[in-house]
């Protein structure tokens, strides 16, 4: 997997690397033993060009990993002043804490990140690097705590080199979480929007599972750059290789299979020749793009003073504790002995009405307010609210309750949201997707997008799977029917030989 990873990684600069004593550095920023450090200079030295000078950087968080990376570069003779980290303290070793490369930037970086592991040991020194918004690596936004791939992928991106200093190329194996994690708005969409906006990604590859020694999930290659050749400027490729692979003669852990010489070469063909086909999709960046409208439909409530009703009201916290005063001393004696009374008589007059049901908010509001206007109770705005909400259910034949300026008040049980993409108009969307099934339904036009202002938020995803799926039809009911026979009369004789 390293060898395809850094062949695809140098594929397009050959000819820039074939320059005499071409001088380039390379970088991981999760370094392990320094294989990927290795490997990476030996295929220029050995297939490009054996007079580069190439630089290894990196820094690592496992103290016993990181003497083995360093102890292997001095065997190698290469700076291991260059390998980083290995403190015992988290916040000195760690990347995403103590960036101890933080004013240098690299031709090539390449890193395999942990899998969904959490970032809680960092969270105080990212949140607050994330503050200084994109003049820090975490500007683009941050991912759930359970997972930091993403911080890593940000930290590398800050670590690209200027595109007007010849740019850099950047490979991460990712597990499937990053291509769809996160709604639109959360941290990982906006983190996708960064890099799909600014045009980075360059191409995903779908590499088969077990191909890791401690796990045998289905893994990808992400490829980025800030230097994009010509004909794949405003796209992205994706290479579906999860059936390029060999089994291994004896498994190694969750390690059941690899990617042969003959593997890689295929697929470094498929990639360099950049041709849609069985196992490739080349799609512009707004592909993966959408735009989320928050679908609202109105508050539909029937209300009836009954025995279960009444019920609900007695326990709700705020009808049943004592009254919420700040006051001390016989002061807040008396407010609570005059809310226990006015609760009393709240029942009272509840109790004093029949068991109509009404289908009409107001109307209801009114029988209410004439009842207590009558024994002159004054009942206080929430606990108004109270009493409605626990003497109503959600009744679809019921009127549509509406706010104090007259417009139909949202039922957040019904809530909704649609993901139109993108291109596509909101409006005309809505009206053919949404409206013949929910006629009452409307969009929320206060909900916005932070950075474009217009109506539904802007989200990001890759759905990989989705654009290599093959339809598999089900087997007819004839052989299914077959099979269970079979199955049966197996059983039937080993009954009869008990």
Not at 80 to 95: L, P
Not at 265 to 273: C, F, N, P, S
Not at 299 to 322: G, P, S, W, Y
Request: proline share 5%; glycine share 6%.
């Amino acid at each position: 997997m390293i060898k395809l990873m850094v062949e695809i990684l140098f594929a397009p600069d050959r000819e820039r690397l074939q320059t005499p004593h071409a001088i380039r550095t390379i970088y991981d920023c999760a370094c392990g033993t320094g294989g990927m450090l290795t490997v990476g200079k030996e295929h220029i030295q050995k297939t490009i060009n054996d007079q580069a000078d190439i630089y290894l950087y990196g820094q690592e968080l496992n103290p016993i990993t990181y003497a083995v990376c360093k102890s292997d570069m001095l065997i190698k003779g290469e700076d291991a002043d260059k390998i980083k980290g290995g403190e015992r303290d988290h916040s000195q070793a760690s990347t995403l804490s103590n960036d101890q490369f933080a004013s240098e930037h690299f031709d090539y970086c390449l890193t395999n990140p942990p899998f969904g592991v959490d970032w809680k040991k960092d969270k105080d020194a990212v949140e607050k690097e994330a503050e200084r918004g994109y003049s820090g690596r975490f500007g683009a936004g941050l991912p759930r705590i359970s997972d930091g791939q993403y911080l890593f992928l940000q930290h590398l991106i800050s670590k690209m080199r200027p595109e007007s200093e010849g740019g850099s190329r950047i490979a991460i194996v990712f597990n499937g979480s990053p291509l769809f994690t996160g709604d639109a708005g959360s941290g990982e969409s906006e983190i996708r929007r960064w890099i799909l906006e600014h045009d980075w990604l360059e191409a995903i590859i779908a590499l088969p599972h077990q191909l890791f020694y401690n796990t045998g999930i289905h893994t990808y290659l992400w490829f980025l750059t800030n230097r994009k050749e010509a004909k794949r400027k405003g796209k992205v490729q994706l290479i579906d290789a999860r059936n390029y692979s060999e089994k291994m003669s004896k498994s190694l852990g969750n390690k059941r299979k690899m990617i042969s010489d003959a593997n890689r070469l295929t697929i470094v063909d498929i990639y360099q020749m950049f041709t849609e086909g069985e196992q490739v999709k080349v799609f512009p960046t707004t592909e993966f793009a959408y735009r989320q409208i928050m679908v609202e439909r109105p508050l539909r409530l029937n209300f009836q003073i009954n025995v279960e009703r009444i019920a609900r009201l007695k326990e709700h916290k705020t009808f049943a504790d004592d009254a919420p005063s700040k006051k001390k001393g016989e002061a807040g004696i008396k407010e609570n002995q005059e809310w226990q009374a006015l609760r009393i008589a709240i029942l009272r007059e509840l109790d004093a009405l029949d068991d109509t049901l009404f289908t009409n908010r107001e109307a209801f509001i009114q029988v209410l307010e004439d009842r207590f206007a009558q024994a002159k109770l004054k009942i206080p705005a929430p606990l108004q609210k109270v009493i409605l909400s626990e003497l109503s259910e959600r009744d679809e034949t019921a009127d549509i309750c509406l706010d104090k300026h007259g417009h139909p008040e949202p039922d957040s049980e019904l809530r909704d949201t649609e993901n139109v993409p993108w291109g596509q108009d909101i409006c005309r969307y809505f009206e053919k997707e949404v409206k013949p099934y929910v006629p009452d339904a409307w969009i929320n036009e206060s909900i916005r997008d932070h950075k474009d202002g217009q109506v539904g938020r802007v989200g990001y995803e890759i759905p990989f799977t989705r654009y290599f799926y093959t339809y598999v039809p089900p087997r007819p009911l004839e052989s299914i029917e077959s099979d269970i026979e079979q199955v049966e009369n197996e059983l039937l004789e080993l009954l009869k030989a008990l």
